[in-house]
């Protein structure tokens, strides 16, 4: 292979990765939106697990647009560091996710803020005012999936989309030491 066609192939290489990881920011963006619609046009409120959940969103899909438009090197670098916190995020939002499950399952014990028993948790203080208080209360449950699709909640699915975006963006990491190895 001449110098041109091996500089070409790892070129083509590194294009594709590029290709993978805009497919996974917009693929992330409409996962965001479907929870946002949920929220908004649905009227499901989410839980300060799904909260938490969508903060991978948050940081992943400006970081991966910023990866495949300012950083064509994906071997060392600003743009490997950020594909590599990009995986971290992922890889956290899969535990976050499953933990979340678990909860809703009620195979452990979630968070005392958003479980069963929250509302009694927040009723310390005032007795002269336990009924302002009770009406006061909101607690969205982390422990009770509002929606379930073939069995799973939206927790369930987050576990399965967040794992197959952090395999597809860590093949392009993986990619990109080795194509210019």
Known sequence: MTMSATHHAARDQSGSGIGTLM?????AFGVIAIAWAYEIFGGLEPCPL???QRWAYYFTIPALFAIALFFR?????????????????FAANVILAAYHSGVEWKW???PTACSSGAAAA??????GNLLGTLEE???IRCDEAPWRFLGL????WNVII??????????VFRRGFRSNA
Not at 122 to 127: E, I, R, Y
């Open 23 to 27: 497919l996974v920011a917009l693929a």
């Open 153 to 156: 909640s939206f927790a369930g």
């Open 122 to 127: 927040g009723l310390t203080g005032d007795a």
């Open 73 to 89: 090197e994906l071997r060392q670098g600003p743009g490997a560091l950020l594909l590599a916190l990009v995986l971290v995020a």
């Open 50 to 52: 799904c909260l938490q």
């Open 162 to 171: 967040s794992a197959i975006f952090f395999a597809a963006c860590f093949s």
């Open 137 to 139: 209360t909101r607690v």
């Open 108 to 110: 452990w014990a979630g």
